[in-house]
């Protein structure tokens, strides 16, 4: 059973930047590819970003391409979500997840962490 611990979250002005930790408590955590999504109010959970347990396949979903970096430090155990050029509509609850393999399909996720909210005013 993995444990995963979202960090990180909470208000910015658009434009600016945060960045989201997820800590795990597995020192398989390396065996594991990593994902991040977010779910807004009253929407679903949507794709953000993906990593391969060696960091050499990364994935993003479409409205963040350019703008997020996700990134690991097995050594850490612990995946990162680096958002920059944030806008109003990348407010929502950020989740992190582990999975065999890096993909964009949210129920092929075995562990979830319980969500790291943010906030982007305009």
């Known amino acids: 059973q993995v444990q995963l611990v979202e960090s990180g979250g909470g208000l910015v002005q658009a434009g600016g930047s945060l960045r989201l930790s997820c800590a795990a408590s597995?020192?398989?955590?390396?065996?594991?590819?990593m994902g991040w999504f977010r779910q807004a109010p009253g929407k679903e959970r949507e794709f953000v970003a993906t990593?391969?347990?060696?960091?050499?396949?990364?994935y993003y979903g479409d409205s963040v391409k350019g703008r997020f970096t996700i990134s690991r430090d097995n050594a850490k155990n612990t995946v990162y979500l680096q958002m920059n050029s944030l806008k109003p509509e990348d407010t929502a609850v950020y989740y992190c997840?582990?999975?065999?393999?890096?993909?964009?399909?949210?129920?092929?996720?075995?562990?979830w962490g319980q969500g790291t909210q943010v906030t982007v005013s305009s």
């Open positions: 997840a582990a999975a065999a393999l890096p993909q964009p399909v949210a129920h092929r996720y075995d562990y």
């Open positions: 597995e020192h398989t955590f390396s065996r594991y590819a």
């Open positions: 990593i391969s347990w060696s960091g050499g396949n990364i």
